[in-house]
């Protein structure tokens, strides 16, 4: 909802923004375990830190707008911080989101 209301897109739009994001991430799973950094797993999700810039590439790829692009990179970068309070590394994540970017796919 706080990424949706930030970027000026509708809910219901976000929803389907990020199970086609999810379909494009599920699809490319061993390469982001080769490239990137895996910060968090769980049974339903993994998350990584890309460089900065990742989301535009990715929304380019899936023809987004700027404000659908920046919805569904602040939905990762949240669901990273949520993690982070939860697992008592939000410092370390929140220092990790000043240079890099977060990208969490589902299980």
């Known amino acids: 909802m706080l990424a949706s209301a930030k970027a000026s897109v509708d809910p219901g739009r976000l929803s389907e923004l990020l199970g086609r994001v999810q379909t494009h991430l599920a699809g490319e799973r061993e390469r982001y375990r080769r490239e990137f950094e895996r910060v968090a797993r769980s049974d339903d999700r993994e998350v990584f830190l890309v460089p900065t810039g990742h989301w535009e590439t990715v929304g380019d790829r899936l023809g987004f ?5 920046k919805a569904v990179a602040r939905t990762h970068a949240e669901q990273l911080r949520r993690i982070g309070s939860r697992s008592d590394r939000d410092e370390e994540f929140e220092t990790a989101l000043e240079i890099r970017e977060a990208v969490v796919i589902g299980r």
């Open 65 to 69: 707008g700027e404000r659908e692009r």
